[in-house]
């Protein structure tokens, strides 16, 4: 069992920057593909950003894309969220998922994710 841990989360005002870190617990050899959710209160957990396993390709949700960048370090076997121009829409809990044995291919879609962390919050104030 992979644990995930997310951390970088806190309170902002509108226009500032975070950088949140996902970074799995164990040193499994391989690496995964790695996505990012977020979700307010009384509305359903969103997709926010994705990256394959060999960090070629990156995908991204319409309403961050420009403002957020997803990478990884593998050597660190963490991924990254950088946020900036962040608004206060961007408030909610952001979680990290691992797709250990999900296709390659609908990386927006959080049935295809094996391993959540807890989340962190994400507040932006007006």
């Known amino acids: 069992q992979v644990q995930v841990v997310e951390s970088g989360g806190g309170l902002v005002q509108a226009g500032d920057s975070l950088r949140l870190s996902c970074a799995a617990s164990?040193?499994?050899?391989?690496?995964?593909?790695m996505g990012w959710f977020r979700q307010a209160p009384g509305t359903e957990r969103e997709f926010v950003a994705a990256?394959?396993?060999?960090?070629?390709?990156?995908y991204y949700a319409d309403s961050i894309r420009g403002r957020f960048t997803i990478s990884r370090e593998d050597d660190k076997n963490t991924v990254y969220l950088q946020m900036n121009s962040l608004k206060p829409v961007d408030t909610a809990v952001y979680f990290c998922?691992?797709?250990?044995?999900?296709?390659?291919?609908?990386?927006?879609?959080?049935?295809?994710?094996?391993?959540w962390g807890q989340g962190t919050q994400v507040t932006v104030s007006s």
């Open positions: 998922a691992i797709r250990a044995f999900g296709p390659d291919a609908d990386y927006d879609r959080a049935v295809g994710y094996d391993y």
């Open positions: 164990e040193d499994t050899g391989t690496r995964y593909a």
């Open positions: 990256i394959t396993w060999d960090g070629r390709r990156t």
